[in-house]
């Protein structure tokens, strides 16, 4: 199967555009129902965090490309927001300037607890790929 893919303004109008394409992919690839929930709790988390700490509200874009690859489904999110690895941020509850205390990074451990793998890479001319890894049946296994 050919990977499938979204393209959306970042404007939270559109996160139910999102869950709904990761529902259709994860049915249509074989996912578990829980590894569905999973994946979209999982980009639900990520497409906020673009959408309100990369582009800060301001209008920008968000790709999504989903696929099969040895047994799992990987759905990766592409932006143009500043660069940011959010698998080398510190760990959730942080302190962090103008969040409430224990909330920085809470969104980003329940994509990395959700799925198996959460892997990034900077785009070519700026901007961010962030690929979601997760097992298609209920019994994940998880990598670092």
């Known amino acids: 199967m050919a990977a499938q893919r979204l393209s959306i303004p970042a404007d939270v109008e559109r996160l139910a555009e999102v869950r709904a394409f990761v529902r259709e992919v994860v049915a249509e690839l074989g996912g578990s129902k829980h590894a569905m929930e999973d994946l979209v709790q999982a980009v639900d988390e990520v497409t906020c965090n673009v959408m309100l700490h990369g582009y800060k509200g301001k209008p920008g874009d968000i790709e999504y490309e989903a696929g099969l690859r040895d047994g799992r489904i990987e759905i990766t999110i592409f932006d143009r927001a500043p660069v940011f690895d959010p698998t080398a941020t510190p760990e959730p509850g942080a302190p962090t300037p103008g969040r409430l205390p224990g909330t920085a990074g809470v969104g980003l ?4 607890t959700m799925t198996d793998a959460v892997r990034h890479h900077v785009r070519p001319g700026g901007g961010n790929e962030l690929t979601l890894i997760r097992s298609i049946d209920d ?6």
């Not at 451990?109 to 990395?112: C, D, I, K, V």
């Open 109 to 112: 451990l329940l994509a990395r």
């Open 139 to 144: 019994e994940p296994t998880r990598e670092g």
